[in-house]
């Protein structure tokens, strides 16, 4: 079983990483109603932080977009 996130920093290539694990041991089966349930909460808590990761490179994305210039360099974005 995948060991609980004790720390909330990890990288996105971390936490998928770990998200992938949990989802390897709740296809094996085998689990107790109790560890399936821990291993779901687990994933969700992981797909939620890689979500996180996701959506704040989406908008630094937007936001290095928005500040290009019509003559294509990219503007200070402070």
Do not use: W
């Not at 290539?13 to 399936?36: H, I, M, Q, Y």
């Not at 996180?52 to 290009?68: C, H, N, V």
């Amino acid at each position: 079983m995948s060991e609980p996130i004790e720390n909330e920093d990890i990288s996105f290539e971390d936490a998928f990483a770990k998200l992938e694990e949990v989802l390897r041991s709740l296809e094996s089966g085998g689990k107790t109603l109790e560890e399936s349930m821990a291993l779901y909460e687990e994933g969700m808590r992981l797909a939620k932080q890689c979500h996180e990761y996701l959506d704040s490179a989406q908008l630094r994305i937007t936001e290095i977009a928005s500040g290009i210039n019509s003559n294509g360099v990219v503007e200070d974005l402070n």
